[in-house]
């Protein structure tokens, strides 16, 4: 039976998912609100983190996030140390162009989006998606993933990484399930649902005026 793709990720209400983990997580394009979930840390998304990591599961990376992970987690101790151990024995498959090392023990090497698509169809747990944003436009355009979780907190971080860059195709999604934490968190689980249907006849007819024509003139001169 092929596995399934979940992706789980910390979203602001503006769309950003870069470093929600700690203080110079991710710096990069000059973020400086690194650790911004634990700022805000929800114990009502605490179900959803159980059920993504709760049972049997291998990860799916992009390199940055593998390499944050990598540099973290098997050092982890205290009450993180039950993570470190699960995500240590987990394998860890990385979707990378690069041939650099991937130190950490059960680390795999995909070099492309067909790979990923080779693997989905083995035998073996759930593959789970932490960060890489880099990586969901291709796979959701492949039509790989199967679920999307999506925490959202009440907060705008103006600036950083989005999860829908470059790359993200038209899609549909359907609400599979949700709840609304007491501190206004919205965790939502989706699932693809294929493309937008044709626009509908009973819709409104745009009228195409004077001033309309002229509008879209300057729009395709580039002066609107």
Known sequence: MARRIVGGMFLSLDGVMQAPGGPGEDPMGGFEEAGWVF????????????KLF???YDLLLGRRTYDIFAAYWPYAEGDNKPMSEAF?????????????ELPWENSHRLSSIEAVADLKQTDGPDLVIQGSSTIYPGLLAAGLI???VLMTFPVTLGRGKRMFGEGTPVERLDMIDHWITDKGTVVATYRPAGSLPPYPDEAPIPIISDREIERRRRVAEGTW
């Not at 700022?39 to 159980?50: F, H, S, V, Y």
């Open 39 to 50: 700022k805000l840390w929800d114990e009502g998304i605490e179900p959803a983190l159980g």
């Open 54 to 56: 709760g049972g049997e």
């Open 88 to 100: 240590t024995s987990a394998a860890k498959y990385v979707l990378t162009r690069g041939d650099q």
């Open 146 to 148: 199967d679920e999307l």
